[in-house]
C-alpha cells in the first residue's frame, strides 16, 4: 500500500538521515572485521552490534504498542543460505565495502561506488528458486524475542541518554562516528514505521523482480538514501569528487554483483540482516551473518599471505 504525502515525506526524511549517519557511522562490515583480523580490535563491530539492539528494541516496543503489525520474514536456514553468505562476503571484500560503507564512499564523493548498488541489483536479476519461509519459527518466537530484546534495549537506552545529557557538547557527542550508528538505528525504524520493512538492498531486489506499487516509493527511498549520504560527506569536510576510474568500477560493479546474487540466496544483505534479523534471532540472518564475517576474514586472511609472499626474495 501506498502511504499518504505526509507519511512517504516522513520515509524520505528517515531514509536522508540514515544516508548521513552512514556516512559518519562506523558501519562497513569489510572494515569491521579487517579491524578485529589486524587489530585484534572490535569497536566497529560494537558499532553494528549497537545498532541492531537499537532496531530490535524498538521494534520491539512498537510492536508492543500495535504500530507494527508484521514482524520480519525469517526463512528456512539451506545450503543456499550458506553460499548466499559466502557470495556477500567474498563481494563485500572485493568491493572493498559492504552495501554500508557503499553509501558511505559515495557520500564522500567517490563515484565508481554508484557502480555498487547498480551491480547489487544486476545480482538480483540472476534467477533462484524462491527460498521457504519459516513461519513457525516466527510465531513459536516472536513474543519471547520481543521481551528479551526489550529487556536488553531499554537500560541500555537510558544509559546512553543519560550519557548525552551530560556530554558538555552534545552536537559533538552525537556525531562521533560511533554513536551516529545510532542515527542509523532510530532513522531506520522511523523508515520503517512509516514505509514498512525497508533496507536499500531489499529495495533494490524489489526494483529488480517486481512491478508493484511500492517501485516508486522504493526508488525514491533509494535516491533519498544516497542525497543524504552526499550531504554527509559535505557536512564532514569529506565530499572531494574522485572522477571514476574504470578498474574502480569495475570493481564495484563486480562486487555489488556478487552481494546480489548472496542477497538473493539468504535472502537479505548485510543491512537487513544485522538490523532486522539478528536482533530478531532469526537463524537464517545468524547463519548468512556468520558465514559472512568468516568468508570477509578469509579474504583478508588469504590477501595478507598473498601480499607477504610476493615480496619476498
Known amino acids: 500500500m501506498i502511504p499518504s ?16 549517519a552512514i556516512q559518519r557511522g562506523a558501519t562497513c562490515m569489510v572494515a569491521a572485521v579487517d579491524e578485529i583480523v589486524t587489530t585484534r580490535r572490535a569497536t566497529r563491530a560494537a558499532a553494528l552490534a549497537e545498532a541492531a539492539l537499537w532496531v530490535g528494541g524498538m521494534t520491539a516496543i512498537a510492536a508492543a ?3 507494527l503489525a508484521m514482524p520480519s520474514a525469517a526463512y528456512t536456514v539451506t545450503g543456499a543460505t550458506v553460499a548466499g553468505g559466502v557470495l556477500l562476503g567474498i563481494g563485500a571484500w572485493i568491493n572493498r565495502a559492504c552495501v554500508f560503507g557503499a553509501v558511505a564512499r559515495i557520500g564522500s564523493g567517490e563515484w565508481a561506488y554508484l557502480a555498487t548498488p547498480v551491480g547489487f541489483f544486476i545480482g538480483c536479476l540472476v534467477p533462484f528458486a524462491a527460498p521457504m519461509r519459516d513461519a513457525a519459527q516466527v510465531s513459536a518466537t516472536d513474543t519471547s524475542v520481543s521481551l528479551v530484546v526489550a529487556i ?8 546512553r541518554l543519560v550519557e548525552a545529557v551530560r556530554a558538555p557538547h552534545l552536537g559533538r557527542h552525537l556525531w562521533h562516528p560511533h554513536r551516529a550508528t545510532l542515527l542509523i538505528a532510530l532513522s531506520f525504524v522511523t523508515a520503517l514505521l512509516s514505509v514498512g ?3 536499500y538492498t531489499d529495495a533494490l531486489a524489489a526494483l529488480a523482480r517486481s512491478m508493484d506499487a511500492m517501485l516508486s516509493v522504493r526508488g525514491a527511498m533509494i535516491v533519498a538514501l544516497l542525497a543524504g549520504a552526499i ?13 571514476p576510474r574504470a578498474a574502480l568500477v569495475i570493481r564495484a560493479l563486480v562486487g555489488g554483483a556478487l552481494m546480489g546474487m548472496g542477497a538473493a540466496l539468504v535472502p537479505g544483505s548485510n543491512d537487513g540482516l544485522i538490523l532486522q534479523g539478528l536482533p530478531a534471532f532469526h537463524p537464517h540472518a545468524w547463519a548468512a551473518v556468520t ?3 568468516a568468508s570477509i576474514a578469509a579474504a583478508i586472511l588469504l590477501d595478507a599471505a598473498v601480499t607477504r609472499a610476493r615480496r619476498l626474495p
Request: hydrophobic residues 65%; glycine residues 16%.
Open 5 to 20: 504525502t505526509g507519511i512517504f515525506a516522513v520515509g524520505l526524511v528517515s531514509a536522508a538521515l540514515m544516508g548521513l
Open 65 to 67: 504498542l500495535g504500530w
Open 291 to 293: 558465514v559472512m564475517t
Open 152 to 159: 536488553l534495549f531499554i537500560p541500555f537506552a537510558l544509559w
Open 197 to 199: 520493512y525497508w533496507a
Open 231 to 243: 550531504a554527509g560527506g559535505a557536512i564532514a569536510g569529506k565530499l572531494r569528487a574522485q572522477p
